[in-house]
């Protein structure tokens, strides 16, 4: 029977298009299904419904029969159950206590509710651990992946049955979901952790990493006939789309605020702080702008030849050895020397003992030259990946560690260089702008989000190992300005270490 309600339920439409296919026959169904369990007003709204006829024109009562089919799906929807199997002992302990106590000193009964108060306030003071567990035991949480959280061990939790799972599942409401890490989730799988909540939070960080899409369906969108938008929409989250679109035209629309933006960090020194919010978020919107929350003090250190400064640059001239190509990725074999050199003086040294290190590359082939130096040259330290970590961009983002090195590898192409992929490109049959000269002279380098994690992971000293020269010209402040600005910082504010 229960199925039966449930199914002719679920069959009544609610929208204009499929109610005018065969709404007013479902809403038959559903009035003869369910004759002996509506009350007066619901069954002449389904009689209203069923007799409907194209010619009457846009129905009306949609809205109200939409509002009548979710009543019925909960009324009819098994709830999940939630057991506590006994009460906790702490919490009638308490309440005891409390009663004894205002009893033995015979109160007048107008202060039995003060000093009951007081007495909870003192079991609180002395004992938040024991309350923090009661209140625990009457709350409810469940954790997983987007994806997970619609699997068969979710909706156990939830008190869905195998066989009626499906009807269940989407009558199953949180009353908030949080989503962390939300812009680097694709649009359907947000779409999945959304559907499930009465108020969704949203935490993330567009101009961070963004969400991960199929390669090979980028490269089609971008080979076929799909215009520019199209491949815009592909590559944006839908974070970004909800944070820096669709939220901020409601909120300009009705004025009650739907995004909230945090204006201070307390990961790293104040100084690189400041340059990470003026290149990476400022220049896009200057109300995001942020601080920092702890002072300089807490960021001191004192590695040798970094004069206590938070900004380094090992300048490593392209004269001593360019960058290669290895396989698909690129090295740069003298950076990952020079890098490794460095580490050993700074952790075998007492300022450098109790410090994280961690090594950041856009380039796998150059981590994993960095990591096979690393293993001959220090042994099993390099095992321990909170004191020292080797890794793409990719494996950084939500780490920290007190110094990072990031190796730049690319260095700037000769003009022959330049020229003869110039025709290379044209004798394809395509055109070579400025995107193309970008993307051949400095590839990874340019994608100011990767760029943005690779530069925010260090609390302390941020060291930029690579070519200083590469930056100096046109076309890398055009397009390259976050590790431009940061040669100048170490030039003004840190140090420049000729390598």
């Known amino acids: ?25 479902r809403a038959t ?79 007048p009964v107008k202060y039995e509710k003060s000093n009951a108060l007081a007495e909870f306030l003192v079991e609180l003071e002395g004992n938040p651990y024991g309350m923090l ?9 469940f954790a997983a992946t987007c994806q997970q959280s619609v699997n068969p061990g979710m909706q156990r939790q939830k008190g869905i049955t195998k066989g009626d799972a499906d009807e269940n599942l989407k009558m199953i409401e949180y009353e908030y979901v949080i989503v962390d890490e939300a812009a680097r989730v694709s649009p359907r799988d947000l779409m999945v952790a959304m559907a499930q909540g009465k108020r969704i939070l949203l935490v993330g960080d567009h101009r961070q990493l963004p969400h991960i899409i199929d390669e090979e369906v980028a490269r089609q969108m971008d080979e076929g006939e799909a215009g520019k938008s199209e491949n815009d929409w592909l590559k944006q989250s839908m974070f970004q789309y909800l944070f820096s679109s669709r939220l901020k035209a409601l909120e300009e629309g009705d004025g009650v605020p739907r995004r909230v933006t945090l204006d201070k960090q307390y990961r790293m020194h104040p100084l690189l702080g400041s340059f990470i919010s003026r290149n990476f978020y400022e220049r896009f919107d200057p109300l995001e702008k942020f601080g920092s929350g702890r002072p300089v003090s807490d960021f001191v250190h004192k590695l040798s030849g970094s004069n206590g400064r938070p900004a380094v640059w090992l300048d490593v001239p392209a004269g001593k050895g360019r960058h290669q190509r290895s396989g698909t990725s690129w090295t740069r074999l ?26 950041i590359s856009f380039y796998k082939a ?34 920290e560690f007190d110094v990072v090195f990031l190796s730049m590898v690319r260095v700037m192409p000769t003009s022959s260089e330049i020229g003869k992929e110039k025709k290379r490109i044209i004798e394809k049959g395509e055109n070579w702008n400025d995107q193309r000269e970008v993307q051949f002279c400095f590839g990874h380098l340019c994608l100011y989000n990767r760029l ?7 609390k302390k000293l941020l060291a930029v190992v690579g070519d200083a020269r590469t930056l100096q010209n046109q076309l890398a402040e055009n397009f390259v300005s976050g590790l431009v600005d940061f040669l100048h910082l170490c030039h003004n504010e840190g140090v420049v270490m000729s390598c």
């Open 1 to 25: 029977m229960r199925r039966a309600t449930l199914d002719a339920t679920r069959s009544l439409r609610v929208r204009l298009e499929s109610f005018a296919d065969d709404g007013a026959e």
């Open 29 to 107: 169904d559903a009035l003869d299904t369910l004759k002996d369990v509506l009350e007066e007003d619901a069954r002449k709204l389904l009689e209203k419904a069923s007799l409907w006829r194209s010619e009457d024109g846009s129905p009306s009562f949609l809205a109200e029969l939409s509002a009548l089919k979710r009543q019925l799906l909960v009324r009819f929807t098994k709830p999940p159950v939630f057991r506590v199997e006994k009460q906790n002992d702490k919490v009638t302990e308490l309440a005891e206590l409390a009663i004894e106590r205002i009893k033995n000193r015979k109160h």
């Open 133 to 141: 567990d009661a209140v625990s035991d009457y709350s409810f949480a």
């Open 334 to 359: 003298v950076e990952a020397t020079v890098i490794v050199r460095q580490l050993k003086v700074w952790m075998n040294s007492d300022a450098g003992k109790n410090l994280s290190f961690g090594i």
């Open 366 to 399: 150059q981590a994993d030259s960095i990591r096979g130096l690393l293993r001959r040259e220090l042994g099993s330290i390099t095992d321990d990946e909170k004191k020292l970590r080797v890794g793409t961009v990719d494996s950084f983002q939500g780490m």
């Open 452 to 458: 943005n994690v690779a530069m925010s992971r260090q």
